[in-house]
């Protein structure tokens, strides 16, 4: 089971990009690296999700290199309302999600 | 709103109780998930239940028990609380895994659990 190392915190200003790196050094052949995202008080939301390249859509963009043992979710332009702890997560598409857990995230601060 | 409803939103309780939180998974999915978010553990997989059978089992207690029913909604119970129970409990459902093209679990607004 690939275990993932993000940074603890990022602080960021309106209208930045934020980019968050994700460390999965054991990541599997099947895995794929996926992204949720947790308000305060609030369940966890599904951002993105990738397998290699580069993977786009109308809320965040995630890269990752051809080696895949780290990936990076690019938040462009942040808001207030991003202010969010983010967490990555890898496994396989088959597995049971008693196997994908959940590490501490990394907790995004944008402030004015 | 991710169409998985968690009732009660609030529950206030003393030591030594017993608890039944309710979630109701969003339409389709047949897979339910039990999560537990404290601020010193963060999100604790705790169970997952398939079509009424249990799938997995995480750093689920021996006092804590849940189940998943014919019409697909599912309980947690609590029981013998202790003070260190007090957090927030989320339910997710998704389709089964392997059927979709994304790992993507939809989550409730949670249950917040206060032992006093």
């Known amino acids: 089971l690939a275990k993932t190392t993000q940074p603890i915190s990022m602080d960021s200003y309106e209208g930045q990009e934020v980019n968050i790196t994700c460390s999965h050094n054991?990541?599997?052949?099947?895995?794929?690296i996926t992204w949720y995202q947790q308000f305060p008080s609030q369940g966890p939301r599904f951002i993105i999700q990738?397998?290699?390249t580069k993977v786009t859509n109308e809320v965040a963009s995630l890269f990752i290199p051809a080696d895949r043992k780290s990936s990076t979710l690019s938040l462009p332009r942040v808001s207030l309302s991003d202010t969010a702890v983010y967490y990555c997560?890898?496994?396989?598409?088959?597995?049971?999600?008693?196997?994908?857990?959940f590490g501490a995230g990394t907790q995004v601060v944008v402030t004015p | 709103d991710s169409g998985v409803t968690q009732t009660p939103k609030h529950l206030i309780t003393a030591t030594g109780q017993r608890v039944t939180l309710r979630c109701s998974p969003r339409?389709?999915?047949?897979?339910v998930y039990w999560y537990q978010q404290s601020l010193d553990q963060g999100l604790q997989f705790l169970i997952q239940?398939?079509?009424?059978?249990?799938?997995a089992k995480g750093n689920i207690l021996e006092r804590f028990s849940a189940q998943q029913f014919p019409d697909l909604h599912s309980e947690l119970n609590l029981s013998s609380l202790e003070l260190g129970d007090s957090a927030l409990y989320f339910c997710?459902?998704?389709?089964?895994?392997?059927?979709?093209?994304?790992?993507?679990?939809?989550f409730g607004p949670g249950t917040r659990l206060t032992v006093l």
């Open positions: 997710a459902s998704s389709v089964e895994p392997g059927t979709s093209a994304v790992n993507e679990q939809f």
């Open positions: 054991n990541i599997a052949t099947n895995d794929y």
């Open positions: 990738g397998y290699k």
């Open positions: 997560l890898v496994g396989a598409l088959t597995d049971s999600w008693g196997k994908l857990q």
């Open positions: 339409s389709g999915d047949l897979s």
């Open positions: 239940y398939y079509n009424g059978e249990e799938r």
